[in-house]
Structures are given as C-alpha cells and as structure tokens.
C-alpha cells in the first residue's frame, strides 16, 4: 500500500479483514477495531484517515440492506444533525498534533465502550425524551467521534434502547455510522489532514473489510454472536487500557 512498509501494509490488510470478520458476525464494530488497532500501529489521526472509505462502504451497504431508511430517516434526523456538528467541531482535537493526548482519549473511550456494554443492563427510553435527548446523544457522540473516531459512544447503546426490531436496530446504526463517516471526513479535509495518499490507500482496504465481512457473515452460521461479541469486548478492553497507558506515559 502506499506509503507504508510491507510489514505495516500486512498489518493493515489484516486489521481490517479481522475488523469486517467482526462486523459480519455482529454487525458492528469495523470502526471500533480498526480505530483500536490502527490507532496502536500509527497515530489517530493516520489510523482515521484510513478508516474513511471502508467504514463508508461496509456501512452504506448495512444501511441500504434494510426495509426502513425512510422511517429512520424522518425519526432520528436530529441525532443524525447533530452527530454531524459534534464531530466537524470535534475534530479539531483529532486534527491538532497531540498524539499522545488522542491516544489516551482512543484509549479511555475503548475502555468505556467495552466495560459499558459488558457490564450494564439494556436501557429503555420513552418516546416522551426522545425529541430532546436524541439531539443531545447526536452531539456527544459527534464529539466523541471527532476527537478519536469511536462512532459508538454512546449512539449503539441509545439506538439499542429505542425498542427497534433487529432488521431496523441493525439499519439504524449502518444509518448513525454512515453519518459519522461521513462528517468524520469532513472534519478531516476542513482540517487538511486527509491527505489523497491516505484515502487511496483507505481505498485498497476496502476489498480486505468486504473480505471480512463475508468470511464473518459465513462464521456466524456456525459460532455463537454473543460469545464472539464477549471475546471482541474483552479484546477492546484491554487494548483500550494499554492505549491510554501508554498514551499517559508518553505525555
């Protein structure tokens, strides 16, 4: 790939087949892995660059594989807004050339994410919050995102809480990921800090995810989702801890 030695170009090629494997057996977690592990191999910024174009391509095509983008479209648009404005602000500490400090927020928001959805119960939200509380869900999770290029924190566990059947649930976060690409790219280029060389190379990898997601779509017929999500929760926990203590060291 371009730019980068052979080794790390393995590296890559692997990180994001393992990161669509993930998807293709929960439907999730692309972002998450490949932010987590590119993220121990480059800096944030360079790992998120790279992120951009399989992200958008695996999650258009969870997005577009369901029954009721319209619906989600006319019901979540404020969160969706929203994410999009946290995440061109947020950006600018993604953008800023503090390394170390992003690398402890990847880091802690890893911890947070895994330990979350390991340890909580399922949340239930009433249809009375939801117009006032999905603009506020938008604009931390835009932060968030903007700042490490985590889309998960805490989108996934309030469009869990929504009580969405698993077609809509399974659409409605390829719709919040896709979005978060796509203002995480624009905070990137407002900021000049997604270089052509990255987004080919962003590019190329989009065949290795798809890969991934195929070989996980296959495995999900033949190992247990909930087992394999534990392990992957467990394995994003303790990069996440390494990553911030590493980050905090080096500050």
């Known amino acids: 790939m371009l730019n980068y030695s052979f080794p790390l170009t393995a590296a890559i090629v692997a990180t994001f087949f393992a990161a669509g494997l993930v998807k293709g057996v929960t439907g999730m977690g692309l ?7 590119l993220g121990s191999l480059l800096s944030p910024l360079a790992a998120a660059a790279l992120l951009l174009v399989p992200s958008f391509v695996t999650n258009v095509w969870q997005l577009l594989a369901g029954p ?11 969160m969706m807004l929203t994410i999009v404005l946290g995440t061109v602000f947020g950006s600018m500490l993604l953008t800023g050339g503090r390394t170390e400090l992003t690398t402890v927020a990847l880091g802690v928001a890893l911890v947070i994410y895994a330990t979350y959805t390991l340890l909580a ?7 009375r919050w939801e117009p006032w509380l999905s603009p506020v869900i938008g604009l931390v ?6 700042a490490t290029g985590v889309f998960v924190i805490p989108a996934v566990p309030y469009i869990q809480s929504l009580d969405l059947d698993q077609d809509d649930l399974v659409q409605a976060l390829g719709l919040s ?11 990137l280029v407002w900021h000049g800090a997604a270089p052509v060389g990255n987004l080919l190379t962003s590019t190329l990898a989009v065949i290795s995810a798809l890969l991934g997601m195929a070989a996980g779509q296959v495995m999900r017929t033949w190992i247990s989702p909930q087992l394999f999500r534990r392990l992957f929760l467990i394995f994003l ?15």
Do not use: N, Y
């Open 31 to 37: 972002p998450t892995v490949a932010m987590g592990v």
């Open 68 to 78: 009721q983008f319209g619906m989600l479209i006319r019901r979540l648009w404020p």
């Open 121 to 127: 119960k399922p949340l239930g939200v009433s249809p």
């Open 141 to 146: 999770t835009g932060l968030v995102t903007g």
């Open 177 to 187: 990921f896709t979005v978060s690409t796509i203002a995480l790219a624009i905070g």
């Open 237 to 251: 926990l303790l990069l996440g801890l390494e990553m911030a203590l590493h980050g905090l060291l080096r500050t």
